[in-house]
């Protein structure tokens, strides 16, 4: 069976995943999907947050914990399903990472409701948490990078490979499998490639 890392890059509802295998210093993908976070795709719930301040707070409250309890069910699901598919083709994900915000700790939901800023990061912190949960049910690890630090960890800490070749190697990964290959793939993919020289 082949070890694999996986990326996962996180926006409100959603999160991209890619597996990475293969050397360290030629990895291929594997698999690549986005994963969805809410059942309903609906502005409400897709930025649970921002939905949550239109409403009386119990009504926030009891909403919250509903999308979060969905987004932890959906995760596990779809996490699951990943690493069925993966062990079928003999594969098996021995490590994972998951790009982070800030990472600053959020207040209280009054707090939060009375702060733009701090609804774009719970938003966030929602979705990252519902993997994070998911993640821990199935004995995955889970390293968290911060994103604005993703290609200074790639180039200086785990692979010493300059930030500028890592773009064009990462651009490279996602011309055999096609579009999509956006940045939240891209992304996804060097946050994998970091769990492998782990």
């Given at each position: 069976m082949q070890t694999?890392?996986?990326?996962?890059?996180?926006?409100?509802g959603w999160a991209a995943a890619v597996v990475l295998c293969g050397p360290l210093d030629a990895p291929v993908v594997v698999d690549r999907r986005k994963i969805q976070l809410v059942k309903i795709f609906t502005y409400a719930y897709r930025q649970p947050y921002h939905t949550a301040g239109k409403m009386p707070r119990h009504d926030a409250v009891k909403f919250i914990r509903g999308v979060q309890l969905d987004a932890k069910r959906l995760a596990l699901s779809s996490l699951r399903s990943l690493l069925a598919n993966?062990?079928?083709?003999?594969?098996?994900?021995?490590?994972s990472a998951l790009l982070l915000s800030s990472g600053r700790a959020l207040p209280a939901l009054d707090q939060i409701l009375a702060s733009h800023a701090l609804i774009h990061t719970a938003d966030g912190e929602l979705f990252r948490d519902?993997?994070?949960?998911?993640?821990?049910?199935?004995?995955?690890?889970?390293?968290?990078i911060r994103e604005k630090e993703l290609f200074t960890t790639?180039?200086?800490?785990?692979?010493?490979?300059?930030p500028a070749a890592l773009k064009r190697r990462i651009a490279a990964l996602g011309k055999d499998i096609g579009p999509p290959w956006s940045q939240d793939e891209k992304f996804a993919a060097l946050g994998a490639w970091i769990t492998l020289a782990r």
């Open positions: 694999a890392g996986l990326g996962f890059r996180v926006h409100s993966l062990a079928e083709g003999d594969f098996k994900i021995v490590h519902s993997l994070r949960a998911a993640c821990a049910t199935c004995n995955l690890p889970l390293e968290g790639a180039s200086s800490k785990a692979l010493c490979v300059q």
